[in-house]
């Protein structure tokens, strides 16, 4: 069975004449958000040099098979692209074995696309292998670090936001160009999420296994918080520009289009989880967010907030209140040893000053009372080992999550950036002397992080390249952290 957005439609819509001048696969093809009976397969058709393609709807067909040379094909099935979503492809397949990996591939004008592996989940584990990546800027890295995520064979990609950057930075090396504006509208994301994609080393990662996505700002607008912006337009201003991305972000992920597609409003937070090993929460803390606390009227800019009581506010809220009400089911009803809450910003205090005063507000400092419901949630008697995972602050962190009697509750790993310059010297200041419950920073160097999960232990391998800008450039461990079951928090391995 497929539930497909390539759906069934008359013939006669279908652009029988269209032929391809390139290859119109020339985006890749991808696999994502993995269940016991299936995933999502996508591609999307485009022109040559990754232009939209000039066609009407156009038929695709896809094929699924138990090995790469396709000689035993179990699924086939066809439909129709559209203009409408960019001739992006999403294939809800339901129905397969647990536990074992497939094959994918599509056809269409004539071409037939490069080869995927995607997976089921099975239905009991012992081990399970991710890859955690964050923050890829086109203009600042190559994307070398990919060469070694696949050489590691992961189960999962989880990548934690900022997949795209809106922003190009005149400060720094530049190793190539976005080649266009800032993207405003519909037309201007579906080009940048397009020139992303021809990457080679990112279409490499995406064929090996299934990736699980969440959005962070960049994939809109720097620091953007709901509808407040950091060019302070009114909600009703800001709002089409949101929309416009929110669409290409969606029509370029390997996404379940029933989680989405049916919905007034797009939802993102959802729960992929693995056998009776791990239960993983995906979160989105942008789109639900209170507006930023001691900031003007629809302005959000990430800013050092010195003494601001309204971030400690008790209404106010990082991820809404229908998503913490999700989260918290979830949480109550944990049958899994480990608990796994993938978000995009930083969530332990981050105190800027020795008096504890100063923090940044773009992060869950800025939140601060939904912090504490959600590590009271995490305190729960069916969470046994709960973990965070963080992005967005390019630079790796270790950190403890405790009560205020200094009790641990869980442990936050953050990914640093996979290609994207490294943060200012001094922009967290003394990082030790301020905060003790930080066990590990490394601010300079790029890379990811590789959790092997077992069921008694959990192990975070920090893994660095040396040249972000060279994609030949090697990729070694700099660091790894393990938290025994029980323990609640890292120690160094």
Same mark, same amino acid.
């Given at each position: 069975?497929?539930?497909?957005?390539?759906?069934?439609?008359?013939?006669?819509?279908?652009?029988?004449?269209?032929?391809?001048?390139?290859?119109?696969?020339?985006?890749?093809?991808?696999?994502?958000?993995?269940?016991?009976?299936?995933?999502?397969?996508?591609?999307?058709?485009?022109?040559?040099?990754?232009?939209?393609?000039?066609?009407?709807?156009?038929?695709?067909?896809?094929?699924?098979?138990?090995?790469?040379?396709?000689?035993?094909?179990?699924?086939?099935?066809?439909?129709?692209?559209?203009?409408?979503?960019?001739?992006?492809?999403?294939?809800?397949?339901?129905?397969?074995?647990?536990?074992?990996?497939?094959?994918?591939?599509?056809?269409?004008?004539?071409?037939?696309?490069?080869?995927?592996?995607?997976?089921?989940?099975?239905?009991?584990?012992?081990?399970?292998?991710?890859?955690?990546?964050?923050?890829?800027?086109?203009?600042?890295?190559?994307?070398?670090?990919?060469?070694?995520?696949?050489?590691?064979?992961?189960?999962?990609?989880?990548?934690?936001?900022?997949?795209?950057?809106?922003?190009?930075?005149?400060?720094?090396?530049?190793?190539?160009?976005?080649?266009?504006?800032?993207?405003?509208?519909?037309?201007?994301?579906?080009?940048?999420?397009?020139?992303?994609?021809?990457?080679?080393?990112?279409?490499?990662?995406?064929?090996?296994?299934?990736?699980?996505?969440?959005?962070?700002?960049?994939?809109?607008?720097?620091?953007?918080?709901?509808?407040?912006?950091?060019?302070?337009?009114?909600?009703?201003?800001?709002?089409?520009?949101?929309?416009?991305?929110?669409?290409?972000?969606?029509?370029?992920?390997?996404?379940?289009?029933?989680?989405?597609?049916?919905?007034?409003?797009?939802?993102?937070?959802?729960?992929?989880?693995?056998?009776?090993?791990?239960?993983?929460?995906?979160?989105?803390?942008?789109?639900?967010?209170?507006?930023?606390?001691?900031?003007?009227?629809?302005?959000?800019?990430?800013?050092?907030?010195?003494?601001?009581?309204?971030?400690?506010?008790?209404?106010?809220?990082?991820?809404?209140?229908?998503?913490?009400?999700?989260?918290?089911?979830?949480?109550?009803?944990?049958?899994?040893?480990?608990?796994?809450?993938?978000?995009?910003?930083?969530?332990?205090?981050?105190?800027?000053?020795?008096?504890?005063?100063?923090?940044?507000?773009?992060?869950?400092?800025?939140?601060?009372?939904?912090?504490?419901?959600?590590?009271?949630?995490?305190?729960?008697?069916?969470?046994?080992?709960?973990?965070?995972?963080?992005?967005?602050?390019?630079?790796?962190?270790?950190?403890?999550?405790?009560?205020?009697?200094?009790?641990?509750?869980?442990?936050?790993? $953050? &990914? !640093?950036?996979?290609?994207? %310059? +490294?943060?200012?010297?001094?922009?967290? /200041? *003394?990082?030790?002397?301020?905060?003790?419950?930080?066990?590990?920073?490394?601010?300079?160097?790029?890379?990811?992080?590789?959790?092997?999960?077992?069921?008694?232990?959990?192990?975070?391998?920090?893994?660095?390249?040396?040249?972000?800008?060279? $994609? &030949? !450039?090697?990729?070694?461990? %700099? +660091?790894?952290?393990?938290?025994?079951? /029980? *323990?609640?928090?890292?120690?160094?391995?």
């Amino acid at each position: 069975m497929a539930m497909a957005s390539l759906a069934v439609t008359p013939l006669g819509v279908v652009d029988a004449a269209a032929c391809a001048q390139a290859d119109p696969f020339g985006l890749g093809v991808a696999s994502g958000d993995p269940g016991r009976d299936g995933f999502v397969l996508w591609t999307r058709l485009v022109g040559a040099f990754a232009e939209p393609l000039a066609a009407d709807a156009v038929e695709v067909r896809y094929e699924l098979s138990t090995d790469p040379g396709f000689r035993h094909i179990i699924r086939a099935g066809r439909g129709v692209a559209y203009p409408a979503r960019a001739h992006a492809v999403h294939v809800e397949i339901v129905g397969l074995r647990a536990g074992r990996a497939y094959w994918y591939r599509f056809h269409a004008m004539g071409v037939t696309s490069p080869i995927g592996r995607a997976a089921t989940v099975p239905d009991t584990a012992d081990r399970l292998k991710i890859a955690m990546t964050s923050c890829q800027h086109w203009e600042q890295a190559r994307f070398g670090v990919y060469r070694d995520i696949v050489a590691a064979e992961p189960d999962i990609i989880l990548q934690l936001g900022d997949y795209v950057y809106e922003q190009s930075y005149s400060d720094g090396v530049k190793v190539r160009e976005f080649g266009a504006p800032e993207p405003r509208d519909l037309d201007g994301y579906r080009r940048r999420h397009a020139l992303y994609k021809t990457d080679p080393e990112l279409q490499a990662a995406h064929r090996t296994c299934p990736w699980i996505v969440t959005w962070d700002d960049h994939e809109v607008l720097n620091d953007y918080a709901g509808l407040a912006n950091r060019e302070g337009l009114s909600p009703s201003a800001f709002a089409p520009r949101r929309a416009a991305a929110y669409q290409a972000y969606f029509e370029h992920m390997p996404i379940r289009p029933s989680l989405w597609r049916a919905l007034s409003q797009p939802r993102l937070y959802r729960a992929v989880d693995w056998a009776n090993l791990a239960s993983l929460s995906v979160l989105d803390t942008r789109q639900y967010r209170s507006a930023p606390p001691c900031a003007l009227p629809n302005v959000a800019r990430n800013v050092r907030l010195d003494s601001c009581a309204e971030a400690t506010a008790p209404q106010r809220t990082i991820m809404g209140a229908a998503q913490e009400r999700w989260l918290s089911t979830r949480l109550s009803r944990e049958t899994r040893p480990w608990s796994l809450i993938a978000q995009q910003v930083f969530f332990a205090p981050l105190w800027l000053d020795g008096t504890h005063h100063v923090t940044f507000s773009d992060q869950w400092d800025g939140y601060a009372a939904n912090r504490d419901r959600l590590l009271d949630e995490l305190r729960g008697p069916a969470v046994r080992n709960p973990v965070i995972l963080s992005g967005d602050v390019h630079s790796f962190w270790i950190n403890d999550l405790n009560r205020a009697d200094g009790t641990p509750v869980a442990a936050e790993i $953050v &990914t !640093s950036a996979l290609g994207a %310059a +490294s943060p200012p010297t001094g922009r967290f /200041g *003394d990082v030790a002397r301020n905060n003790p419950h930080v066990r590990y920073h490394n601010l300079q160097q790029a890379g990811w992080v590789l959790l092997d999960i077992e069921k008694t232990r959990l192990t975070a391998d920090m893994r660095v390249i040396a040249d972000r800008t060279d $994609v &030949t !450039s090697p990729v070694i461990s %700099a +660091s790894k952290f393990v938290c025994q079951v /029980g *323990d609640r928090r890292m120690v160094a391995a």
